[in-house]
């Protein structure tokens, strides 16, 4: 099995791993800025909302234009979309802007970024091998999952020594540097599929047809959806802490709990399994994400409520089976629109959830919300393994679902 330290053997995947890793810190950074800056200028909770919900709801324009990085050269789409930005971002930043303009530059600059994530998450298995390609998908998980704890610790100081202005312009910065990078380090390859092809709407039902057509797809598309779940005790940290009468400290460690599991459980099923074994763990591992949330219906302190957090967090390890087995799975002309689908409806979904776990928390006490969440994972986990996730755990893809593509005069 390949260790997780040799897909750095590689330049492309240093440079896109590099340029991940600063974007997301960036990201992180906006979020706890533009959180600071919109409530100090209106004061107003439901503005503060708003503004922060415009960093996700733009994802649904994702899956239509994300075929441009099926269209063209993905290196050059990323380094343009980099590019572009980091201009709308250093731009928010300058002094006086109003706040509906900002608002319009924060819906612009978030709308790329599918289209961006589309791109990088195509190009990875073109930089790998097959065999290696799972464990190099391991450790951009573990540097995601990691990069929103330690931008949000990062983000929190850095706004409280420059402020909400200047750090805008830092994360304006890291994506002329992830730019750069992209530049140097990755390779310039041609567009898998012509640019005038099909008209982007056909292109996207076809990509979803091929998708939804197969049933060993759909089952790693549900598990990826699946993951709007775990977002419920991320969004209740703060009402669920005060239940459990801790302070400011405990949402934090509580907010950091599930991601810190993501990061064990991501590095121990690289470590220890093979990719064969890692598919057939997928159904175990996403029960073991559901069933510690059903123990707060006991009420636990806070102490076992982050255990039981933490263990939810090692569960979603099966995320690392599920994606680089959906990806692997798709033909290179499809890959960018197909992982957009997938992207987008998991970023709506974690929005929903998030909204319908506040509101059932404003009815029920958060704990029993958070249980509910679990028995909710494991239902769908159980569905699932009734239904398409029966196929075996080695499967032929050149037996799945093949769709003739409509000519194109």
């Known amino acids: 099995m390949p260790r997780l330290s040799e897909p750095f053997a590689l330049r492309e995947f240093r440079g896109l791993w590099m340029a991940r890793g600063l974007s997301l810190l960036g990201d992180q950074l906006a979020r706890v800025a533009l959180a600071v800056l919109v409530f100090h200028r209106t004061g107003s909770p439901a503005w503060t909302a708003f503004v922060y919900a415009l960093t996700y709801l733009p994802y649904l324009a994702g899956p239509i234009f994300a075929g441009i990085a099926d269209r063209r050269s993905r290196r050059g789409v990323m380094i343009a979309l980099d590019l572009a930005r980091g201009v709308l971002v250093v731009a928010m930043a300058l002094p006086g802007m109003p706040l509906p303009a900002m608002c319009v530059l924060l819906a612009l600059a978030t709308a790329l970024s599918p289209v961006y994530d589309a791109a990088r998450s195509a190009t990875l298995p073109d930089v790998m091998s097959k065999s290696l390609y799972p464990t190099g998908l391991a450790v951009f998980t573990i540097t995601t999952e990691g990069a929103q704890v330690l931008g949000f610790a990062i983000g929190g100081l850095l706004v409280s020594l420059t402020g909400a202005r200047l750090a805008l312009a830092l994360d304006g910065l890291t994506y002329l540097a992830s730019a ?32 939804f057509g197969s049933p060993f797809l759909r089952a790693l598309l549900a598990l990826a959806w699946l993951n709007a779940l775990w977002m419920v005790p991320e969004g209740l940290a703060a009402p669920y802490a005060a239940q459990v009468h801790a302070g400011a400290v405990g949402v934090g460690v509580l907010l950091a709990a599930i991601p810190f599991g993501c990061v064990v459980g991501a590095a121990l099923v690289s470590r220890f399994a093979e990719h064969e074994r890692r598919l057939r763990l997928m159904r175990p591992l996403a029960a073991l994400a559901a069933a510690p949330l059903v123990m707060c219906f006991a009420h636990p302190g806070l102490v076992l409520s982050v255990l039981l957090w933490m ?6 390890a099966y995320n690392v089976p599920a994606n680089s087995g959906f990806v692997q799975a798709l033909p290179t002309e499809r890959r960018a629109q ?41 239902l769908v986990v159980g569905v699932l393994s009734r239904t398409w996730l029966r196929a075996p755990a080695v499967i032929d893809l050149s037996d799945e679902v093949r769709l003739a593509e409509p000519a194109v005069s």
């Open 338 to 378: 197909a992982i957009a689908l997938v992207t987008t409806g998991m970023v709506l979904g974690q929005g929903l959830a998030v909204v319908v776990g506040g509101a059932l928390a404003d009815v029920w006490n958060p704990a029993s919300v958070v249980a509910a969440t679990g028995v909710i994972g494991l």
């Open 311 to 316: 263990l939810c967090g090692v569960g979603t």
């Open 180 to 211: 750069l990078l992209v530049t140097v380090a990755v390779v310039n390859r041609a567009a898998p599929m012509a640019r005038r092809a099909q008209p982007m709407r056909e292109s996207l039902r076809v990509a979803s047809r091929f998708v």
